[in-house]
């Protein structure tokens, strides 16, 4: 692309962006969604959550699944989940998950050294 045109697709696509999301605000008042459909909306950000961090536990570097104990994630999403189940406090258990991982990792990193 001339450099030209990438100026011009800056401005154009912020123009879309906000339109698209200002729709919603400009007319959701006139808009009467059932009462089950809201309900089935409350689940859509945990769901995109699992769509996204769901492939990433189980994938290993090569994009081959890993469903074993070497899979340092895996066990740290295991263990985070345990403590959550544990303590019901989710700024805990996101620490205490990156601790559980960075430990595994640096074990692994070590373990193998010849």
């Known amino acids: 692309m001339a450099e030209w045109e990438i ?6 696509l912020c123009a879309a962006t906000a339109c698209t ?11 009467n969604i059932p009462p089950r459909v809201q ?5 859509a ?4 959550l699992a769509a996204i961090i ?5 994938l290993g570097t090569h994009g081959e699944v890993e469903l074993d104990l ?3 994630k895996l066990l740290a999403a295991m263990a985070s989940l345990g403590y ?5 406090n989710m700024l805990q ?9 960075t430990l595994l990792r640096i074990s692994h990193i070590f373990g193998n050294v010849s």
């Open 7 to 12: 100026w011009l697709v800056i401005p154009v």
């Open 21 to 31: 999301r200002s729709v919603f605000w400009l007319v959701g008042h006139r808009v």
């Open 39 to 43: 309900e089935m909306l409350r689940y």
């Open 45 to 48: 950000p945990a769901c995109a």
């Open 54 to 58: 769901g492939p990433d536990l189980v």
């Open 70 to 72: 070497a899979n340092p």
């Open 84 to 88: 959550y189940l544990w303590r019901r």
């Open 93 to 101: 258990t996101i620490v205490f998950g990156m601790l559980v991982f």
